[in-house]
Protein backbone atom coordinates (compact mmCIF):
# COMPACT_ATOMS: atom_id res chain seq x y z
CA UNK A 1 0.00 0.00 0.00
CA UNK A 2 1.22 3.36 -0.71
CA UNK A 3 2.37 5.69 1.75
CA UNK A 4 -0.76 8.12 2.87
CA UNK A 5 0.70 11.24 1.06
CA UNK A 6 0.98 9.49 -2.10
CA UNK A 7 -2.25 8.34 -2.29
CA UNK A 8 -4.44 10.82 -3.35
CA UNK A 9 -4.69 12.28 -7.41
CA UNK A 10 -2.72 15.32 -7.04
CA UNK A 11 -2.90 17.92 -10.14
CA UNK A 12 -0.33 18.12 -12.38
CA UNK A 13 0.95 21.87 -13.52
CA UNK A 14 3.84 23.26 -14.68
CA UNK A 15 5.68 26.61 -13.90
CA UNK A 16 6.34 29.00 -16.39
CA UNK A 17 9.38 31.31 -15.20
CA UNK A 18 12.33 33.38 -16.02
CA UNK A 19 10.01 35.47 -17.98
CA UNK A 20 10.90 36.32 -21.70
CA UNK A 21 14.48 36.33 -21.38
CA UNK A 22 15.41 33.16 -19.56
CA UNK A 23 12.26 30.82 -20.32
CA UNK A 24 12.02 27.74 -17.85
CA UNK A 25 9.26 25.33 -17.01
CA UNK A 26 9.55 22.45 -14.82
CA UNK A 27 6.85 20.39 -13.37
CA UNK A 28 4.78 21.26 -10.02
CA UNK A 29 2.79 19.02 -7.48
CA UNK A 30 2.49 20.85 -4.48
CA UNK A 31 0.40 22.92 -5.25
CA UNK A 32 -2.52 24.13 -3.43
CA UNK A 33 -5.37 27.31 -3.21
CA UNK A 34 -5.41 28.34 0.43
CA UNK A 35 -7.37 31.41 0.13
CA UNK A 36 -10.69 32.47 -1.87
CA UNK A 37 -10.37 36.57 -1.16
CA UNK A 38 -7.62 37.33 -1.67
CA UNK A 39 -7.40 34.15 -4.19
CA UNK A 40 -3.85 32.75 -2.74
CA UNK A 41 -2.00 29.73 -3.64
CA UNK A 42 1.20 27.62 -2.22
CA UNK A 43 2.93 26.41 -4.57
CA UNK A 44 6.59 24.41 -3.34
CA UNK A 45 9.54 24.38 -5.06
CA UNK A 46 12.45 21.63 -4.92
CA UNK A 47 15.84 23.20 -3.79
CA UNK A 48 18.26 23.87 -6.25
CA UNK A 49 16.54 23.92 -8.80
CA UNK A 50 16.71 26.25 -11.81
CA UNK A 51 13.00 27.60 -11.49
CA UNK A 52 13.58 28.34 -7.50
CA UNK A 53 16.25 30.33 -8.55
CA UNK A 54 14.26 32.57 -11.12
CA UNK A 55 11.52 32.55 -8.83
CA UNK A 56 13.27 33.62 -6.54
CA UNK A 57 15.51 36.41 -8.66
CA UNK A 58 11.65 37.63 -10.20
CA UNK A 59 8.54 36.37 -7.67
CA UNK A 60 6.64 36.38 -10.65
CA UNK A 61 5.64 32.81 -12.66
CA UNK A 62 2.67 31.30 -14.41
CA UNK A 63 0.92 28.30 -13.12
CA UNK A 64 -0.32 26.40 -16.10
CA UNK A 65 -2.74 23.32 -15.20
CA UNK A 66 -1.67 20.80 -17.66
CA UNK A 67 -4.08 18.46 -19.85
CA UNK A 68 -3.79 14.91 -19.17
CA UNK A 69 -2.77 13.65 -22.84
CA UNK A 70 0.44 16.66 -21.58
CA UNK A 71 2.26 13.52 -19.69
CA UNK A 72 5.04 13.11 -22.11
CA UNK A 73 6.34 16.70 -20.96
CA UNK A 74 6.98 15.33 -17.75
CA UNK A 75 10.25 13.21 -18.61
CA UNK A 76 11.32 17.35 -20.09
CA UNK A 77 10.50 19.33 -17.51
CA UNK A 78 10.43 17.71 -14.31
CA UNK A 79 13.25 14.87 -14.82
CA UNK A 80 15.62 17.14 -16.01
CA UNK A 81 17.54 20.37 -14.86
CA UNK A 82 16.85 24.03 -16.87
CA UNK A 83 20.52 24.28 -15.24
CA UNK A 84 22.28 21.69 -17.67
CA UNK A 85 19.05 21.87 -20.95
CA UNK A 86 17.13 24.32 -22.45
CA UNK A 87 13.86 23.06 -21.70
CA UNK A 88 11.59 24.96 -24.17
CA UNK A 89 13.65 24.06 -27.14
CA UNK A 90 13.51 20.89 -26.50
CA UNK A 91 9.48 20.93 -25.98
CA UNK A 92 7.35 18.99 -28.35
CA UNK A 93 4.41 21.21 -27.16
CA UNK A 94 3.17 24.82 -28.94
CA UNK A 95 4.26 28.11 -26.94
CA UNK A 96 2.36 31.12 -26.62
CA UNK A 97 3.01 33.88 -24.42
CA UNK A 98 1.04 35.14 -20.96
CA UNK A 99 1.62 37.38 -18.49
CA UNK A 100 5.27 38.12 -20.02
CA UNK A 101 6.03 34.29 -19.95
CA UNK A 102 6.27 31.29 -22.64
CA UNK A 103 3.62 28.99 -21.82
CA UNK A 104 2.12 26.18 -22.97
CA UNK A 105 -0.74 26.87 -25.72
CA UNK A 106 -2.74 23.46 -25.34
CA UNK A 107 -2.70 23.50 -21.07
CA UNK A 108 -6.32 23.40 -19.73
CA UNK A 109 -5.79 27.10 -17.70
CA UNK A 110 -2.93 29.52 -16.89
CA UNK A 111 -3.06 31.22 -13.31
CA UNK A 112 -0.31 34.11 -12.94
CA UNK A 113 0.63 34.63 -9.88
CA UNK A 114 3.65 36.66 -7.86
CA UNK A 115 5.11 35.20 -4.26
CA UNK A 116 4.32 37.59 -1.20
CA UNK A 117 5.89 34.97 1.00
CA UNK A 118 8.82 32.42 1.43
CA UNK A 119 8.58 29.58 3.88
CA UNK A 120 11.62 26.93 4.12
CA UNK A 121 9.78 23.69 3.66
CA UNK A 122 12.94 21.41 4.25
CA UNK A 123 13.67 19.94 0.64
CA UNK A 124 11.57 22.30 -0.45
CA UNK A 125 11.03 26.13 0.12
CA UNK A 126 7.28 27.14 0.08
CA UNK A 127 5.92 29.94 -1.45
CA UNK A 128 2.40 31.90 -0.76
CA UNK A 129 1.44 33.48 -3.60
CA UNK A 130 -1.27 35.82 -4.87
CA UNK A 131 -2.85 35.12 -8.25
CA UNK A 132 -2.75 38.17 -10.10
CA UNK A 133 -4.94 37.02 -13.08
CA UNK A 134 -6.14 33.46 -14.70
CA UNK A 135 -6.94 32.59 -18.13
CA UNK A 136 -9.03 29.23 -18.87
CA UNK A 137 -7.95 27.67 -22.06
CA UNK A 138 -9.84 24.86 -22.82
CA UNK A 139 -12.02 22.22 -21.53
CA UNK A 140 -10.60 18.58 -20.63
CA UNK A 141 -9.46 16.41 -18.08
CA UNK A 142 -6.31 17.55 -15.48
CA UNK A 143 -3.20 15.59 -16.10
CA UNK A 144 -2.78 13.59 -12.32
CA UNK A 145 -0.35 12.39 -10.52
CA UNK A 146 -2.28 8.56 -11.13
CA UNK A 147 -1.45 8.87 -15.04
CA UNK A 148 1.93 9.26 -14.41
CA UNK A 149 2.00 6.24 -12.18
CA UNK A 150 0.14 4.05 -14.86
CA UNK A 151 2.21 5.19 -17.46
CA UNK A 152 5.43 4.46 -15.60
CA UNK A 153 6.61 8.11 -15.27
CA UNK A 154 6.39 8.13 -11.02
CA UNK A 155 6.84 5.55 -9.28
CA UNK A 156 5.08 6.87 -5.74
Same mark, same amino acid.
Given at each position: *? ?25 ? @? =? /?????? *????? /????? /????? =? &? ?9 ? &? ?6 ? /???? $? ?20 ? !? ?7 ? $? ?5 ? @? ?9 ? !????? @? ?7 ? =? ?9 ? $?????? $??
Amino acid at each position: *MRKPWNRPELPVYSVASGGEDHPNMNI @C =T /YVSAVS *MKPKR /YMVAF /YKGTK =T &LELVQKDPRFV &LQLLHEDQ /YACV $RLLGQQSGKSVQKLKRLREPVS !HYAGFSCMS $RALAWIA @CEVIEWMDAGD !HWMAL @CDVVSFKNL =TEGNVLTTEIL $RRKGII $RA
